[in-house]
């Protein structure tokens, strides 16, 4: 079955065209990643407004929570993320016949990681009395992740199919789903968190309840779907049952664990951060809090992009037209800068509005305000580094990046951070913006270490990047 919206290009056509086209195609492909990447933040959102409204205790708990299982699913959910670029390089070299095989494996790897993933959220007691937090508390946040855990096989089964869907460049499908998730889990946490209806109410537990009930419903829809619609009647996932094999599941892993643990790395630096930036005070955390939240805001666009940019590549190498993946690896660099600079110029000029949307205290305005004129900057590699690792991840190179960004966050970003926080070694001790400047300094290194990666890449010959997407 061929994919709806990734055409195989025409070598022969002149530059300028062929460079719009697979713009236009990126476009189909990352916008419903977009809104599937809002839709998955705005239950965040969700949870956490009526948990606030619940109780200051209930809102921590949640708030606690979420932060133990997030980067863990980020990881998981980076592990299954190479099904994307293999599955899209099958469908481009029309190797439809391993592409059911490949779903399957990533299945299972999926089925495995939930089990881990439980394990580790309702066995987390040791981690609360460390935090020394208070009996009610603790018992909030550890009746949440017992309720949460009940969802996690099906948030994981979501991540798998998506695997199949998008690298069949269906990216509308995880969109839909995703969406009615959030359909879901709003009136749910209505229900579970103040008890409507004659439902106990439950606070931040019933928030857990809702999350878990909300993904259950979402992928047992999607499954329905991918069973019954004609779009995936070539690829049936009960008819074409694949058993485990060890060489498919290795293969994925070799790709998959770097994107997982390169996500991880990233997720726990900013967790650190924020836990040095305690000391500093509550108004000075509130206010890295809103920064941080405006930038992961307006980092959806190029993520989305990002994720279309590594399907795309690996449908285009697996369609034997490297040329023209080339073109778009060098040529998305020009989209992730026009981004960046449309991004970092909103951020630097509005940033006083914008602190005054999320808080009327004259005293956290005026901190975020400062980090948001810093986050501009931060902005720009941010977005250049996340357009080449996806590119490369389309190339199916995962390994050197995994390196090239663990050295750039946690061997220049987070030292050099703490350094102009807290420290005069470098210049007088600059407070919260600190961070800030050591972060931007991480993802400017990475992004012209993974920029010189990128361009090499392109450079060699096609039989060498396909050998050394299987090495």
Known sequence: MDSEHQPVPDVKAPLIPRMVGEWRTLA??????????????????????????????????????????????????????????????????????????????????????????????????????????????????????????????????????????????????????????????????????????????????????????????????????????????????????????????????????????????????????????????????????????????MFMLPLSIGMALTLRISFLMGAGTPDTAHLLSRSSLLLAGATAAAFASCLFLFAGPISRLYTSDPQVQAVTTVLLRYAAMFQIADVIQVSCISALRGYKDTRIPMFIMLFSFWGVGLPLGYALTFTDLIVEGMGAPGFWVGITAGLASAALLLGWRLFLYTRVEPSRINGSARS
């Open 28 to 297: 189909i492909l990352g916008g419903p990643i977009l809104i599937a990447q809002i839709a998955q933040m705005a239950n965040g959102v969700i949870d956490t407004v009526m948990a606030g409204h619940a109780s200051a205790e209930d809102l921590a708990a949640v708030g606690i929570g979420s932060s133990i299982w997030m980067p863990l699913f980020l990881f998981f959910m980076g592990l299954l993320g190479a099904l994307q670029p293999i599955i899209s390089g099958y469908n481009g070299a029309r190797a439809v016949h391993k592409i059911m095989p490949a779903t399957w494996q990533g299945l299972y790897i999926g089925a495995v990681s939930s089990v881990l993933m439980i394990l580790i959220v309702v066995n987390v007691g040791p981690v609360f009395r460390l935090m020394s937090l208070e009996a009610e508390t603790t018992a909030i946040a550890q009746g949440y992740l017992n309720a949460f855990a009940w969802g996690v096989p099906f948030m994981l089964l979501m991540v798998a199919l998506r695997g199949l869907t998008d690298g069949l460049g269906h990216t509308r499908v995880i969109m839909a789903f995703s969406v009615l998730g959030t359909l879901i889990n709003l009136p749910l946490n209505w229900m579970l968190i103040y008890g409507k209806f004659g439902l106990p109410e439950m606070g931040g537990i019933g928030c857990g309840w809702a999350t878990a009930i909300s993904n259950a419903i979402a992928a047992v829809a999607m499954v329905i779907y991918l069973n019954r619609s004609p779009v995936y009647q070539h690829f049936h996932l009960i008819a074409d049952w694949a058993k485990p094999d060890p060489e498919n599941l290795r293969y994925i892993l070799r790709i998959g664990v770097p994107i997982g643990f390169t996500i991880f790395v990233e997720a726990s630096m900013f967790a650190v951060i924020a836990l040095f930036l305690a000391p500093l005070g509550p108004v000075v955390v509130a206010g890295h809090q809103i920064a941080l939240n405006v930038t992961s805001l």
